[in-house]
């Protein structure tokens, strides 16, 4: 379990050269300008993340709540820590002018990591978020889902206690639900390794991820192969970390605590210089589009050392294995999180 952690945090830090593109993001037959932010139809989303113990899950939240296609229902902390999640989240979403999102406190779990955003939040008060705090926030999952009157994506960007709660509480979700996760490694490892790895996600809770990766739902993960590889660097990371939104300023702040929590237990990161590697952000991505990524319909099965193993008795889940276009990914990313709000 430890290993998974150490190399968790010791490859989000390892950096990856991108393609810089001018203008808009133009890619394999896919345009990203100014019009293509107007979707007709929203997305509704709940977002389920273990925010506070690795900070992309910070960049995928603020990146949910710049991109116009997603509706986010609600938010829930996921793997333990329950409180402390849901006042980082209540009190990000407040920071941003977003309270009108619903806030859920998930279950209680054994949880193996630190918790490392917890300056950030010192001070506020939880019970004082402007909008809905879910103190149940499985039930108030099912219960959105339950009463949507369309198809409800689940975007999940760490272990998954409380999606297995839900599912055991309310089989029927996955009639009306699909998976969406930032879970597993298919052909590559943490940084690009060409061994796959037993990615922290799926470690902490195999028997939970196992649940989620078998349930009778559509199931899309974007497992290290596709993940593990973001990070921004040079004038693509300036752009966000110059820019000055509410949005973008409450990230920084947060990457900078963070940074000085893993520094002060001896490692060396410069938040003025690169982004860590920006997992989760895929996950969103992938609840909006596919385009840029190589998907591939497979058996998987979870065993109880966290590794997401091809086999044909498992069960049939679609994965981004492969990035067709890296840097527009990049590109994209790094024009939501600083596009204005409209």
Not at 15 to 29: H, K, P
Not at 150 to 166: D, F, K, S, W, Y
Not at 207 to 215: F, G, H, P, V
Not at 283 to 291: C, H, K, Q
């Amino acid at each position: 379990m430890r290993t998974a952690l150490h190399h968790h945090v010791e490859r989000s830090l390892a950096g990856v050269l991108g393609i810089a593109v001018v203008g808009c993001v133009v890619s394999l037959g896919t345009v990203w300008c100014e019009a293509a932010d107007q979707p007709a139809k929203k997305i509704p989303v709940i977002l389920s993340t273990d925010i506070g113990d690795d900070i992309d899950d910070t960049w995928a939240l603020a990146l949910a709540l710049q991109c116009p296609e997603i509706d986010l229902k609600i938010v829930v902390g996921d793997y333990g820590n329950p409180v402390p999640r849901a006042t980082l989240i209540a009190k990000f979403l407040e920071t941003v002018g977003r309270t009108e999102i619903p806030v859920g406190v998930g279950c209680e779990s054994p949880c193996k990591a630190k918790f490392n955003q917890a300056k950030w939040i010192e001070g506020y008060d939880l019970a004082k978020y402007p909008g809905k705090v879910h103190q149940d926030g499985v039930q108030a999952m099912i219960d959105i889902i339950m009463g949507s009157a369309e198809p409800i994506t689940l975007v999940c960007i760490g272990p998954v206690p409380n999606i297995a709660e839900a599912l055991r509480r309310e089989p029927r979700i996955v009639e009306k639900a699909k998976f969406v996760g930032m879970h597993g490694s298919i052909y590559r490892g943490y940084g690009g390794n060409p061994k796959p790895s037993a990615e922290w996600n799926v470690v902490c809770d195999p028997a939970a991820c196992r649940a989620a990766l078998t349930a009778k739902w559509p199931v899309l993960i974007t497992p290290l192969d596709t993940c593990g590889v973001v990070v921004l660097r040079g004038e693509k990371y300036a752009k966000v970390r110059d820019n000055d939104s509410p949005i973008t300023k409450a990230l920084m702040e947060n990457y900078r605590v963070w940074s000085d929590a893993h520094n002060a237990r001896g490692a060396k990161i410069d938040p003025r210089q690169a982004s860590s590697t920006l997992f989760d952000t895929v996950a969103v991505y992938l609840a909006i589009a596919e385009d840029l990524c190589e998907i591939e319909s497979l058996p998987v099965r979870v065993d109880d050392k966290g590794m997401t193993l091809k086999d044909p008795a498992g069960a049939t889940i679609r994965a981004a294995v492969r990035w067709k276009d890296l840097g527009a990914f990049e590109d994209w990313l790094v024009d939501r999180l600083t596009k204005k709000a409209k």
